[in-house]
């Protein structure tokens, strides 16, 4: 068995917020359009890789929780929706372009960890979140960067 990862996930919290997650217990981790997310949600996240839940485009944005991914990656149904906003109408299911994976409700912390604060902390100086220009709605997170978030959200 391989070594589970750890992830981070952006989410606008009036899309889809931790609230909604532990409500839900699980959902589908649907709609991203970017190639590289794509690429990490079809070959490397897997079942058993936990995630951070970070609300985006907040004031302030925070990590705000944790998930577990319970299915691999797998063609992302919205692709295929006409009328659908993420449709695109170069996929096929012969063929599909975007994927996604499903995750559970693990926890939402007491208080949401701000990214003023993030930035504050030596362990997480190279976590992808905090580098200038990253946008990436799917991001790896070190074992280091996890246990320093795991020791503030306690």
Do not use: C
Request: aromatic content about 10%; proline content about 8%.
């Amino acid at each position: 068995m391989s070594e589970k990862r750890h992830w981070l996930f952006k989410t606008e919290p009036g899309a889809y917020s931790i609230d909604d997650l532990k409500r839900d217990n699980k959902t589908t981790w649907d709609g991203v359009r970017n190639y590289q997310a794509r690429n990490m949600l079809r070959d490397d996240i897997s079942e058993g890789d936990r995630v951070l839940f970070y609300h985006s485009n907040t004031d302030p944005p925070a990590i705000v929780g944790t998930a577990t991914v319970i299915r691999n990656g797998y063609p992302d149904h919205t692709q295929f929706e006409q009328g659908h906003p993420k449709f695109d109408p170069k996929a096929s299911p012969d063929s599909p372009r975007w994927y996604m994976v499903d995750i559970q409700f693990e926890q939402a912390f007491t208080e949401p960890i701000p990214l003023d604060r993030l930035r504050d902390i030596p362990a997480l100086k190279e976590m992808e979140l905090l580098r200038k220009g990253s946008r990436l709605s799917v991001q790896p997170v070190s074992k280091k960067e996890w246990d320093a978030v795991m020791r503030i959200a306690r």
